[in-house]
């Protein structure tokens, strides 16, 4: 069992080693002198390629956001139930597919609410 | 696997739905209450009709025998009680409707099942379906009172299910199942009697279940949400939430835990004692009358369970029945006292929109009808003849007598003393009190329909309570 | 040394009491759910592992475990709502300040 534990600490060891030797590599080549140093304003921006952030980035998301994400929430988790019945389909028969059909329709019936509600609409 | 046996609470759940669909569709909300209140009636029925079988379906999941489809009965008839209640109430969330109906109706949903599974993972799920609806019914009425009682059920009600399946996954760790009988079997088998981890998982339960119930030390929402939350919600936790947890706890206990009843009744014991002397004497200083029979609710669960203690006297192992069906009996008084109380509140709270007992001065002269009504029932939560809460008691204390438990007899009539106190402040107010104006408190049909039900039973109940009790007798007939 | 049954239930042990010790000690509404959704995960720990190490025939342990999730989902979802329903009408969500009403 403990030897194991050796091969996580050799994964770990060589993570580490792997990451360390990432950050190392551009003041290496700058200092040995393989890399020019031009700067221009275009490259010393703080992305090459994206938009420059405007304001601080602690700001507040829209309320509506949370709706999104709650909503999501529910029907993301309800598939966790599809995943063992798929699984054992073949022994659970009709039986199964009805009973998966009754919980399906039951989680109809609250998206059709949300629907008529107006939660999905961005307002 | 036989679906009939269900057909109780598949009805209840289409009824749900139905209800949640056409509050979509239609434009006459008003249709939405009386769907639901009729339809109730398919439920009860499917209830009577199973009425007499013992059988178990959904690999012994699933139980129906005389003690679930007495406390499908229970459930529906108070939900009813509710929903007739609520029909005026409804006004203050007019564009909600719908919500509300059909999250009381799965409510009651969890209630039936809690009741009727013999499983822990069962247990779980409805006891968190009973759960989570009543936390979005408290938070209902949006009002900084209300959605703070909601939070404040939430919070306290999550951390009591967590330690319930604290408790539970000891319990299926040690005996490696979760249905009861495989637990009960496993605890004789396995020689688990003295087992400390075993202790600390009954422990646990207790925890988690007296939440639901409200006993001391997890009493401490009760009053917060009780004053917060709508007035027919506060009714329905106060009745059918609390059955809910004494159901599943004679379940559980009874059931599958039979063996160690020496560990677990000397906790009910003292708990009930402790539950009863602190709600009576905190209620004292209420001034608002939710809170109150918030209180007088803690104390009254405090009484209940005088009927989970009443089995320590015996041998190990060995279970009597008198106990469990004056609880079975309790409750059902119970129920109709409270519901009939907060029915009375709620009719002049719709009115002078104010809970304060001090508001309800002179209102025997405002409305006679309603205050004797209230009068009534508040006479029955003291215990005085002829009324349904004197026979509860009599035959609880005698069933404690019975047992040997004595001492917590002598605690529990020194406790109906002070409970008189105060609820006899409130007929004092109402009756001697200087009215503070001369308007007239009308209430609508559905509300009294409600009322006259619930002081009806009491009445009956308190003069001739033989009938309940045969069926209490046989509810628990089926525990060993 | 072989992980047994007992390292996992410790594990499960310490978790459980950090969730109890949050939702003691947090003033934040939120963070009062996070350190509930710690309780109810220790609470899976440790029946995965009695599943494995005490019946691993049966699939209870498992199914248990799956179950409470969604189960926790839900719950969280009605708190969040309830948390939003308050930060309107109160613009915060500090536990201490939520106290309209004491005994």
């Known amino acids: 069992m403990l030897g194991n534990f050796g091969y996580i600490g050799i994964f770990l060891i060589s993570a580490l080693g792997f990451a360390i030797f990432m950050v190392l590599i551009p003041p290496i080549l700058r200092r040995s002198g393989i890399v020019p140093k031009k700067p221009n304003p275009t490259k010393s921006s703080t992305y090459e390629c994206g938009m420059e952030t405007v304001g601080k980035s602690w700001v507040q998301f829209n309320f509506r956001y949370y709706f999104f994400a709650l909503l999501f929430v529910i029907f993301d988790i309800q598939v966790v139930f599809l995943y063992p019945w798929a699984v054992a389909f073949k022994q659970l028969k009709l039986f199964g597919l009805l009973e998966m059909l009754a919980f399906f329709l039951i989680l109809v019936v609250g998206f059709i609410y949300a629907w008529r509600k107006g939660v999905l609409e961005w307002k | 696997m036989n679906l009939y046996l269900l057909a109780p609470e598949i009805s209840l759940c289409a009824l749900a739905l139905v209800v949640i669909l056409l509050d979509l569709f239609i434009g006459r909300k008003w249709i939405l209450g009386a769907v639901s209140i009729a339809g109730l009636i398919v439920p009860a029925a499917f209830t009577i009709a199973l009425w007499g079988t013992n059988e178990t379906s959904f690999n012994g999941m699933l139980v129906v025998d005389q003690f679930s489809l007495f406390f499908n009965l229970f459930f529906l008839v108070s939900t009813a009680l509710v929903l007739l209640s609520s029909t005026e109430y409804a006004s203050k969330f007019a564009a909600f409707r719908g919500e509300y109906y059909a999250l009381v109706l799965l409510a009651a949903m969890g209630m039936m099942l809690m009741a009727s599974t013999r499983e822990l993972i069962s247990i779980y799920i409805a006891l968190e379906l009973t759960g989570i609806s009543l936390y979005a019914l408290t938070g209902f009425l949006k009002d900084p009172k209300s959605s703070e009682a909601g939070l404040k059920y939430l919070l306290l009600g999550a951390v009591a299910s967590a330690v319930l399946l604290y408790g539970m996954a000891l319990v299926f760790g040690l005996t490696g199942t979760t249905h009861l009988e495989g637990i009960k079997a496993a605890i004789s088998a396995e020689g688990l009697l003295a087992s400390p981890a075993l202790l600390m998982g009954i422990v646990l339960l207790v925890a988690g279940f007296g939440f639901k119930i409200a006993t001391v030390p997890f009493q401490m929402w009760v009053p917060d949400v009780y004053e917060g939350a709508p007035t027919p919600i506060t009714a329905y936790l106060s009745v059918a939430s609390k059955a809910a947890g004494f159901a599943v706890i004679l379940r559980v206990f009874y059931e599958a835990l039979g063996p160690v009843s020496l560990d677990w009744s000397i906790i009910f014991a003292v708990l009930a004692a402790i539950t009863m002397t602190l709600g009576n004497v905190v209620a004292i200083w209420q001034t608002n009358i939710k809170r109150m029979l918030g209180y007088s609710s803690i104390a009254q669960a405090g009484y209940l369970m005088i009927g989970l203690a009443t089995v320590s006297a015996l041998e190990p192992g060995a279970i009597g029945s008198s106990g469990p069906s004056a609880l079975v009996f309790f409750l059902a008084c119970y129920a109709l006292t409270n519901l009939g109380a907060f029915i009375a509140i709620i009719a002049i709270s719709n009115k002078i929109d104010s809970d304060e007992i001090s508001d309800y001065s002179g209102m025997a002269r405002r409305a006679p009808l309603l205050s004797l009504a209230l009068a009534l029932c508040l006479i029955s939560l003291i215990g005085i003849p002829p009324t349904a809460g004197f026979m509860a008691k009599i035959y609880i204390f005698s069933a404690a007598v019975d047992y040997g438990l004595i001492w917590l007899v002598i605690v529990a009539v020194i406790n109906t003393v002070i409970s008189a106190y105060y609820y006899l402040r409130v007929i004092r107010v109402m009756f001697l009190g200087a009215p503070l104006s001369e308007e007239r408190v009308p209430s609508s049909g559905a509300l009294r329909a409600a009322l006259s039900f619930a002081c009806l039973g009491v009445l009956v109940l308190g003069i001739y309570p033989w009938v309940l009790l045969r069926i209490a007798e046989a509810a628990v007939r089926m525990f060993p | ?103």
């Open chain 3, 1 to 103: 040394m072989a992980i047994a049954l007992e390292h996992f239930l410790i594990l499960s042990a310490i978790l459980f009491s950090i969730g109890l010790y949050g939702v003691l000690a947090k003033r934040n509404a939120v963070a009062i759910l996070m350190s509930i959704e710690l309780m109810l995960n220790a609470v899976n720990i440790a029946l995965v592992a009695f599943w494995r190490y005490v019946a691993p025939t049966l699939l209870t342990g498992q199914v248990f475990v799956i179950f409470i999730m969604v189960v926790a989902a839900a719950e969280v979802a009605v708190g969040l709502a309830i948390i939003i329903a308050i930060y309107r009408s109160r613009e915060t969500v500090d536990a201490e300040q939520i106290d309209l009403m004491k005994w």
